[in-house]
């Protein structure tokens, strides 16, 4: 488990702010599962969901700047719970998938050109004896304004993307893992980027991207 509870490049679970946001949200909890449901909360609700946080800047993927700009899309958040579980001395590991994704605004279908979204990052934490699957991405005020079912997580069971919306139209469906990982891997990730969204990389396409707002797209605005 050591390698699950270290800080790395990424997960920079020793950087003050971090360790200070771990003891704050994890205090007084009765045992690990306690810790990393609080932490799921917290960066859950507490960091703002944007998929216009994208950025091709190796550093926007540090736990702590995450925390610092309060925002993100999933891959940045589930850097930030994995960081902030280790940090309380929960081993943490990330893990990603490709997603068909039916929630999205028109803006964000513009961009993308497709609806398989690359690289969905999840948390994973070591809790009584087995790796449980955590997804922080979509905070609660974005969730209502989309009319989707927010994930709970109870440090038992998997918390994954529904399939389904309220209304019972579709929402997700994983169609690729990409497996764990002890640490974020910023050049495979960019590796499938290129591949799935080269228009990505066109000269100030991701810059452009990210002056969007996809939570006031989600509440007409």
């Not at 960066?43 to 610092?68: C, H, I, M, W």
């Not at 997804?135 to 389904?164: I, R, W, Y």
């Not at 100030?204 to 939570?215: C, K, L, N, S, T």
Request: hydrophobic share 40%.
């Amino acid at each position: 488990m050591k390698e699950f509870l270290d800080g790395t490049q990424y997960l920079d679970k020793d950087e003050p702010a971090i360790a200070a946001f771990a003891r704050e949200t994890a205090e007084g909890a009765r045992d690990d599962a306690e810790k990393a449901v609080r932490l799921y909360y917290a960066v859950r609700d507490g960091v703002r969901y944007n998929p216009y946080a994208l950025s091709a800047d190796p550093a926007t993927y540090r736990a702590s700047f995450v925390l610092a700009q309060k925002e993100g899309y999933c891959v940045q958040k589930c850097i930030l719970l994995a960081a902030a579980a280790r940090a309380a001395g929960v081993p943490a590991r990330v893990r990603f998938a490709t997603v068909k994704n039916h929630l999205a605004t028109a803006h964000l279908r513009e961009l993308m050109r497709t609806d398989l979204f690359v690289f969905h990052g999840l948390t994973e934490f070591f809790l009584g004896g087995r790796w449980v699957k955590a997804t922080p991405a979509f905070n609660l005020s974005m969730c209502e304004k989309f009319g989707v079912l927010p994930l709970e997580f109870d440090g038992t069971a998997d918390s994954v993307f529904h399939p389904f919306d309220r209304a019972g139209n579709r929402h997700m469906e994983y169609v690729h893992d990409y497996g764990p990982f002890a640490d974020f891997p910023f050049e495979y990730m960019m590796e499938e980027y290129r591949k799935y969204y080269p228009h990505f990389f066109e000269a100030g396409a991701i810059e452009a991207a990210r002056r969007g707002d996809f939570e006031r797209e989600a509440g007409g605005g």
